[in-house]
């Protein structure tokens, strides 16, 4: 099962590298990583999504909670919580298919073409995993992709609730 795992830990020289190579030493697979600094420069957020059984994502989470760069963590994927993903995409455009790609363009209201350099088109996207999939798909009949690259899964609870070690939001979410 797809899990949407969110860590804060101390923004610091190989916080990252101790928790990547947790993951690796016991074999688990990272399917998409982000991490950039939060509100609080001395710390970062990592949200990455990984698959396993619930014993499995239980293990993580204990074996993650060892690492001393690690402030909070939990499990997103039962809570409810709103993710999303960057996709910038190059796509080479024939002229035959130019109303097409329009056509398509139209159908997503959250893509923009932020280049256009001859036949080749870049635009940007955001949404779901489940969306950029959905995207790339639609596109990939109409032009050639050229290039593309794609940020990782970014999430956060909804509401209140706060993944913080010491947030005055904190307060909010119990009472």
Do not use: C, W
Request: without cysteine; charged residues 25%; proline residues 2%.
């Amino acid at each position: 099962m797809r899990r949407i795992i969110s860590i804060l830990l101390q923004n610091e020289a190989g916080a990252l590298a101790r928790v990547a190579g947790m993951f690796s030493a016991r074999g688990y697979n990272i399917e998409s990583l982000t991490v950039a600094p939060t509100h609080d420069e001395a710390v970062s957020r990592l949200t990455l999504v990984t698959s396993g059984s619930d014993a499995v994502i239980d293990q993580i989470i204990k074996q993650s909670r060892k690492l001393i760069d690690v402030l909070e963590i939990a499990d997103l994927t039962r809570r409810e919580h709103i993710e999303t993903e960057l996709l910038i995409l190059k796509l080479d455009v024939r002229a035959e298919t130019l109303g097409a790609f329009v056509a398509a363009l139209r159908k997503y209201p959250r893509a923009q073409v932020i280049d256009i350099s001859g036949s080749v088109r870049t635009m940007e996207f955001t949404g779901s995993g489940a969306d950029v999939g959905e995207f790339l798909a639609a596109f990939a009949k109409i032009g050639d992709i050229v290039e593309l690259a794609r940020s990782g899964t970014a999430a956060v609870e909804l509401g209140l609730s706060v993944l913080s070690h010491s947030s005055p939001l904190s307060r909010l979410s119990s009472a």
